[in-house]
């Protein structure tokens, strides 16, 4: 079955495909921007900050998901010695991290009218700051050694170590009192957020998530190309 | 109506920062990766146009390689 995730055999389907998520995504991002700005309601206690939600809450969730699907990569590419999963891995890293900034500047932004602060050192917003020093972390071993294998074992265990902290983000606004609100949107019971805010919320996360497919399908181009590079010199 | 569009009730500051940011980082995000996409592309041409003639030919009977000279913008 892995044979099926071959460079050679994704690379055309990957240098065609970023234009068309790019139109995509400009599609999916206008839409939800208009629904998010101008045609969803304002809150009853929140105003219209309550917008900030629809950049903040898909920044979050997409910077999670990307963590743990890095995890899983690194984690099947270490035990099958699978090198594509961790050249897949290390192209979503970058837009991870970016997403995680997101979502701690807009939480920040968002936090100054709802609690009267720009931060606080509560659990849900100190797990989120520790997820993205190890995205650094991650990055820099990319940076600093040179011998991949050596970079394929660290960053592996750099994905596992941070993947503790996943849960805590999760049901840290559960396990401890803090000013983060619990959460409003569950897939297994009901959820608490009315629909004229999540059809938003849900085009919003759509496009970050084009947004982080465009990125990592460029990335993962450059680093087939460095590897052919290396090919060619040693021709 | 464009009014509240842009004070949002004295919000306006706090949301519009938040987007605005996003925007920016979008946009130092995509120039980045484009930037590095493209140097490493022009890398790969040049070499290929150091090649001698019959590895030239050897390295682009590999369809990786066919695809990196034929695909000009990758986005």
Known sequence: MFKYFQPNRIFSITSKAPKYVFILFVIVLSIGLVEALILSPEDYKQSHSVRIMYVHVPAAWITLGIFSSMTLLSVIGYIFKIRN?????????????????????????????????????????????????????????????????????????????????VPIIKY???????????????????SSIHSSMLLPLVIMTAAFALFSLLIFLMKYNTELIKIKNKGLDRL | MINEILF?????????????????????????????????????????????????????????????LSNPSGI
């Open chain 1, 85 to 165: 999963f961790f050249l897949i891995s290390k192209s979503l890293a970058a837009s991870g991290l970016v997403f995680n900034i997101i979502a701690l500047v807009t939480g920040s932004i968002w936090g100054k009218p709802t609690w009267g602060t720009w931060w606080a050192w509560d659990a849900r917003i100190t797990s989120m700051l520790i997820l993205s020093l190890f995205y650094i972390m991650y990055l820099l071993v990319w940076r600093i050694y040179k011998d991949d294998e050596k970079a394929f074992k660290i960053s592996s265990i750099i994905t596992i170590l941070g993947i503790i902290n």
């Open chain 1, 172 to 190: 840290s606004v559960d396990w401890w009192n803090t000013l983060h609100q619990s959460s409003s949107i569950n897939i297994l019971s009901k």
């Open chain 2, 8 to 68: 949002m009730d004295g919000y306006g500051i706090y949301v519009w920062s938040a987007f605005i940011f996003t925007c920016l980082s979008f946009t130092s995000l995509y120039t980045i990766t484009k930037i590095q996409y493209t140097r490493e592309k022009k890398k790969f041409i040049a070499k290929f146009g150091t090649l001698e003639s019959e590895k030239a030919a050897f390295a682009k009977s590999q369809t990786i390689n066919k695809e990196i």
